[in-house]
């Protein structure tokens, strides 16, 4: 059966996946009638599809499904009744994947406030920056995040929950004041699907990070459509579905990414699953998980995955479980696909594109379509989005031409917080205007060829050139610096730099790291220095000229700061 054929099958047998349209800010969406509505629904849900006894499991701790809703429904009766949270106040989670961290996201919510993930590997002058634009006045941090927001946090008046860590006179503790805050009385607001439930930091080729506002709706919409795409994919490929594990996802995205809260930990919900965290990469420690939980998902960057399929190639293991290997984040090297399938023969190799403003949702591809065409990004997961490739016009291109994606979604973000000109830019009419360029052939699958911003995608993290061109040029002896993507092999690209000095001034490579250490997250400082004799390449425009410049550089036709 072909997708076409199985999408209809879906949509004539199964009520889940019925769906409406409805009108929002004056534009036409689809919407699924018969889900939960809302994150707080969800967790209801939840208690329907249980497929473990256990939900988390983080190293030897395990915790059930009743004792995680117990647990956040103490963090929303601790953030109502002292705290005084509200609908709509903004509560701020900054740490590692601890246990904690699910247990908070819903927690915040079911309040009906709005998680502010931070970025756990920003340094102070970021997190001032993200807590300054979200006006975030309660966060709860683990010891690591604590100094780097102590600095400010008087200053800027947020109160702080410290998360494993020892007593401080400047901050709460977790596990005193609220692992076990009585919740008998706790008020359930009204939620709205349009409600907001998140503010997730992305970087952009504006420079600074942009607060990406996203919504109750948006993202049961993106959960879902990636549930009726396994539902469809059972018609299309009926050997695998029947051979089907309970469900074992090992996380291994930072749940402050789109990555890991959305198909990871939120579709663990929907689909009762159980999750492991780790408390950092390991690849050979993730073997043995996969082994021990029975693990049969993983969705991560792929320089996570390609470690992990090295690991299971050194240790001569299957990993028998596992029944998706998806890649997600940043663009899996084509021929590495047909290489991890013949590494983990029992394993689907997939891919799914999204991005942080569509909720992750957007294309995916698997199974002997992705193997043969190990470029593709893929098709529209489920039946709510819509898409087309359009030129810089907005006009639609004609079939197989090269142009911009662009997606109209429920899934779509609701905008870039405090920034409306950048938000008009790149939602118009519905659509998100995705900055990436691509094709789209007669079956409506998407390949994507290059990208409109200046942005460089190294491991997963998104790294804004201008970003990283601004700090470098605030350096005394640095008059100008161009920033571009290095191709690397494990991260799949690298910063690199080029700068141009004033005169009579000189300068080594570890003095621009030891300049830049504390005003850039250690993944945004260039792996790469090249030093121009003369000024920087120029266009016609006398703009500096990005292209010509990584040409030069990669040519060797720039000297290279060793």
């Known amino acids: 059966m072909d997708f076409e054929a199985a999408t209809k099958r879906v949509l004539d047998t199964d009520d889940l996946y019925q769906f409406s349209e409805y009108t929002f800010e004056g534009q036409i969406y689809k919407r699924f009638v018969n889900t939960p509505q809302t994150l707080h629904e969800l967790l209801e849900y939840g208690k329907e599809t249980r497929q473990w006894d256990e939900f988390i499991v983080y190293e030897n701790e395990r915790i059930t499904y009743t004792e995680f809703l117990e647990k956040a429904n103490s963090v929303a009766a601790f953030l109502q009744k002292e705290l005084g949270v509200k609908k709509g106040d ?3 989670i900054a740490m590692r994947n601890f246990p904690e961290y699910p247990i908070l996201l819903m927690g915040i919510v079911s309040v009906g406030a709005i998680v502010v993930f931070v970025n756990a590997w920003w340094t102070t002058s970021e997190m001032e920056y993200g807590f300054h634009d979200s006006s975030a ?45 009585p919740s008998k009385n706790l008020q359930a607001p009204k939620i ?63 749940l402050f990414h789109v990555n890991g809260s959305h198909p990871n930990f939120l ?22 998980i996969i082994e021990n939980e029975t693990i049969t998902l993983i969705r991560a960057v792929p320089t996570v995955i390609s470690d992990l399929v090295e690991e299971a190639i ?31 023969p029992l394993t689907d190799i997939s891919s799914g594109y999204g991005m942080t403003e569509t909720n992750a949702l957007g294309v995916s591809v698997s199974g002997d379509e992705y193997l043969e065409n190990p470029e593709l990004a893929g098709r529209l997961v489920g039946v709510l989005q819509d898409i087309k490739i359009v030129d810089e016009n907005d006009k639609e291109v004609k079939q197989g031409e090269v ?42 699958l998407v390949t994507i060829v290059d990208r409109k911003k200046n942005i460089i995608i190294r491991g997963g993290e998104n790294i804004s050139c201008l970003e990283v061109e601004g700090m470098l040029q605030k350096h005394q002896s640095i008059l100008e610096s161009i920033v571009f993507a290095v191709p690397n092999e494990r991260f799949g690209e690298e910063v690199g730099a080029c700068i141009n000095l004033k005169k009579k001034e000189s300068l080594q490579r570890e003095e621009i790291y030891q300049f830049l250490n504390d005003k850039l997250a250690k993944f945004k400082i260039p792996a790469h220095y090249w030093l121009a004799d003369d000024s920087l390449p120029r266009g016609a425009t006398d703009k500096l000229d990005r292209i010509t410049t990584r040409e030069l550089c990669l040519d060797n036709k720039i000297k290279k700061l060793l």
């Not at 006045?137 to 494993?164: H, N, T, W, Y």
């Not at 919409?221 to 549930?227: E, G, H, K, R, Y």
């Not at 159980?274 to 993730?286: E, R, S, V």
């Open 192 to 254: 709205d699907p349009n409600d907001e439930f998140g503010i997730m930091y992305t970087s952009g080729s504006t420079g600074e990070p942009k607060g990406v506002v996203l919504t109750h709706r948006g993202a049961i919409s993106a959960v879902f459509s990636w549930l009726m795409m396994e539902k469809i994919g059972s018609y299309v490929y009926p050997e695998k579905a029947s051979t089907k594990k309970p469900s074992s996802i090992l996380l291994l995205s930072p």
């Open 314 to 344: 050194a240790q001569n293991k299957s990993l028998s479980s596992l029944e998706t290997l998806n890649a997600g984040g940043a663009k899996r090297p084509a021929p590495n696909v047909a290489y991890e399938k013949n590494a983990l």
């Open 90 to 92: 903004k509560v701020a």
């Open 403 to 444: 142009g911009e994606i662009a997606i109209k979604s429920p899934a779509n973000m609701l905008c870039y917080l405090n920034k409306k000109k950048e938000t008009d830019e790149v939602l118009i009419d519905g659509w998100m205007h995705t900055g990436d360029l691509g094709h789209m052939n007669s079956q409506g």
């Open 267 to 288: 579709y663990g919900i929907a689909k009762g699953s159980k999750i492991t965290l780790m408390y950092k990469w390991d690849p050979k420690q993730a073997v043995d």
């Open 137 to 181: 006045k309660i966060c709860f941090a683990d010891i690591e995040r604590l100094k780097a927001i102590l600095p400010f946090s008087k200053d800027f008046g947020i109160k702080l929950i410290g998360i494993r860590s020892e007593h401080g006179d400047n901050f709460l503790e977790y596990e005193k004041e609220v692992a076990s805050y």
